[in-house]
């Protein structure tokens, strides 16, 4: 079962720090999961990128 993330801060670079409500928690390096093009391609703009939120009520980021 997928555990919702109750908090993100970015780090440098493409990492976001990322905690569970199971408090698990972890950098992640976001460069190495996906490519920037098609609907992720805005994310190559780092200042972009840094506007990561938290979406509390599906548990995800944004």
Request: net charge negative.
């Amino acid at each position: 079962m997928l555990k919702d993330i109750i908090q993100v801060n970015h780090q440098e670079n493409y990492l976001l720090y990322l905690k569970f409500e199971d408090e698990k928690d972890g950098i992640v390096d976001i460069s190495q999961l996906i490519e920037f093009t098609g609907t992720f391609a805005k994310l190559q703009d780092i200042n972009y990128f840094k506007t990561v939120k938290l979406n509390p009520e599906w548990g995800t980021i944004y």
